[in-house]
């Protein structure tokens, strides 16, 4: 069987060619060589969110779950191998720096069956690196109580809805806060206390640190219905309009599914 070999620090991370496939169990061990960190990968598959993801990528792909996560090997030798649209959800639970590696391995993947070249760095766009700037922090510096969440954790997958289509959302359209502040505000109106424990958040930019609410995992379920049935249809259109181009909220329209009427007024480019 033939692999594409991916360097990471002082190992490798391999990915079958055949289906592009991604050992997982080897991208774990070089996220702990290179940070000195240890995430056990169980954490992510164990997250309601990851469950619930697989289980939409079973019925679209008609693929059993065992056939999107494989399991090779016995006790210390065991290996876990995964699909590729999950190891890229695998992968920026790890970090952000892990999860743009991950995203090329697998946008190179059908093109060659060799050994990618080395990597040009990535040019993005002023507002995208915001965000990812923002991911490197919440990585570096947040270390969130067991059996809790956050919003900005749970978002990442309507912002990577947002840049399949190419809209670099401007730095002000802080999404996390506008869902926090309207999943809160659903809350206090469905009678649940909302005096949560916080934690700080670390901005790139002179916002600085920031305090923000910690869930318990009991609301999360709760939170993806509430964010796919009312925050997304209803009040994500009349926000994200103010920031973007007519054009751009005609590309958002596209990803979520829902129309977003423009405004016609622009805030300026950065330089």
Known sequence: MNYIEHPVGELVVTQRNYDGYINATKLARAYKKK????????????????????????????LEVYELVEKTGEGKHQEVWIHPKLAVSFAMWLSPEIEMMVSEWIEQ??????????????????????????????????????????????????????????????????IDISVGLTWCYWLRQNGYETDFEQYIHHYPDKRGEQLANIYPYELLGKFH???????????????????????????????????????????????
């Open 35 to 62: 940070t000195g960190k240890y995430r056990n990968p169980n954490s992510w598959f164990e997250k309601n969110g990851t469950t619930e993801y697989i289980e939409l990528l079973s019925n679209k792909t008609k």
């Open 109 to 174: 993947w059908p093109f060659t069956g060799q050994k990618p070249a080395t990597q040009e760095p990535i040019n993005l766009h002023p507002y995208q690196r915001v965000w990812y700037e923002r991911l490197k922090l919440f990585e570096q510096k947040t270390e969130l109580p067991k059996s809790t969440w956050c919003v900005f954790e749970e978002i990442g997958k309507l912002m990577r809805k947002l840049e399949s289509k190419n809209v670099p959302l401007h730095d002000k359209a802080t």
């Open 225 to 271: 219905q509430w964010l796919e049935e009312t925050y997304i249809p209803e009040k994500f259109p009349e926000y994200v309009r103010k920031f973007v181009t007519p054009e751009e909220c005609k590309l958002i329209s596209e990803a979520i599914g829902y129309e977003v009427k423009p405004v016609f007024k622009r805030l300026k480019t950065k330089v």
